[in-house]
């Protein structure tokens, strides 16, 4: 009889011994190499995500991603007959670590409390010089970064969005930067 | 070896077999999900609804836009298609639109009007702000009837909504249809 063909009560003790050995061992062996091939998987998950939320409240200043962040004006800047409104949100940033802060890409939006999000969207300049002509030469986040400010610099971000203007008293103000994710800043308006 | 092992052994041989031969592809497994529907329903993808409200045939259209008037004719027919779209979750954009001949030929928008400011896939859709806007398409008339107007938000986005649309029976085509960038959302 071929040793393949043994039952367990057939084999030697150390037969069973080498057998349960192999079996445990798989146990131990799948788990790591899943956790092994998946764990970039995971930790690009991890790192692409917002999770955590700190709230920032009105006037506050908050360290986040290489900067010293605060909101300074919200500013809905005209209404369209679509239904839209073509809304400002204003920055000051001190910069605090600079390779912390260059790291692209800076993602900002409006959200309202279902979680819909809008992103950035370029404004007509007349409108931004009409109602904030101050915010006329002021940045964006993805253009300030790319200017690799040194620490201790101090920023005007200026980012323009377009939504419904009945949103505009609910929106809250969100800033997403890859030092720092998963966490994430909510700025509330008002 | 026993019978009984030869048998078992080639019965797990049959069946990885069988599993390797109908494993289907990855673009099989990945493929844009499907969401059907006809001209005038407002159709729900993942991130994008978007609502047929008119279509039209013509053998050339006159073009004017940017100060620049211009024909356009075409060895098929011009399928113009007017429809709303809207964002659902966050800002989001409409790259691709083609259409489905009834034999499974697929023919994208034209690109001819890349630059036409009504054009759907050069808008961005935002929640709750419903756009208006065309799709350009170059279709031999053979392949009209029984085709399918596809929108989605890129040419190959794995696991996202492609809307399917049956316009239905089209109207007969005209000779020419004049297209105005002012009055066509320009």
């Known amino acids: 009889m071929a040793a393949d063909d043994m039952t367990l009560s057939e084999m030697t003790p150390q037969g069973r011994r080498r057998r349960f050995y192999a079996a445990a061992g798989l146990v131990v062996a799948l788990p790591l190499a899943l956790a092994v091939h998946s764990w970039e998987t995971a930790r690009d998950w991890w790192q692409d995500r917002d999770l955590f939320e700190q709230s920032v409240g009105t006037g506050e200043s908050v360290t986040y991603g290489g900067a010293e962040w605060r909101l300074v004006a919200f500013t809905k800047l005209a209404t369209r007959a679509d239904g839209s409104a073509l809304v400002l949100a204003e920055f000051d940033a001190v910069v605090t670590n600079q390779a912390a802060f260059e790291q692209l890409p800076c993602n900002m939006a409006l959200t309202d409390s279902a979680g819909r999000r809008w992103l950035p969207a370029s404004l007509p300049s007349s409108d931004i010089r009409e109602k904030r002509p101050i915010a006329a030469v002021k940045s964006t986040c993805g253009s300030a970064k790319l200017d690799k400010p040194k620490a201790g610099t101090e920023l005007q971000i200026a980012e323009g969005f377009r939504l419904p203007w009945i949103e505009f008293e609910r929106a809250r103000v969100t800033l997403s930067l890859p030092s720092q994710r998963p966490h994430y800043l909510v700025f509330n308006p008002r | 070896m026993s019978l009984r092992t030869i048998v078992a052994l080639t019965a797990a041989a049959a069946v990885l077999y069988g599993l390797q031969q109908t494993r289907p592809g990855y673009a099989d ?17 993942r991130e994008f609804t978007v609502q047929v409200t008119n279509a039209r045939l013509a053998k050339r259209l006159q073009v004017t836009a940017y100060g620049q008037s211009r024909i356009l004719t075409t060895s098929g027919v011009w399928l113009i298609v007017n429809l709303k779209a809207e964002a659902r979750n966050k800002t989001v954009a409409i790259t691709a639109a083609s259409w489905r001949g009834p ?19 050069g808008q961005r859709l935002e929640p709750g702000i419903e756009k208006s806007g065309q799709v ?7 392949q009209l009837d029984g085709g399918v107007l596809l929108i989605a938000r ?30 066509n959302g320009g």
């Open chain 2, 103 to 121: 034999t499974g030929i697929q023919f994208d928008a034209s690109q001819r009007l890349s630059t036409f400011p009504s054009l759907i896939s």
């Open chain 2, 29 to 45: 497994i990945t493929r844009p999900l499907a969401v059907t529907g006809v001209a005038g329903e407002r159709l729900s993808g």
């Open chain 2, 136 to 142: 350009f398409l170059e279709i031999p008339p053979d």
């Open chain 2, 154 to 183: 890129g040419p190959f986005i794995p696991l996202d909504s492609e809307i399917t649309v049956d316009l239905g029976s089209l109207p007969a085509s005209v000779e020419e249809i004049s297209l105005d960038a002012r009055r």
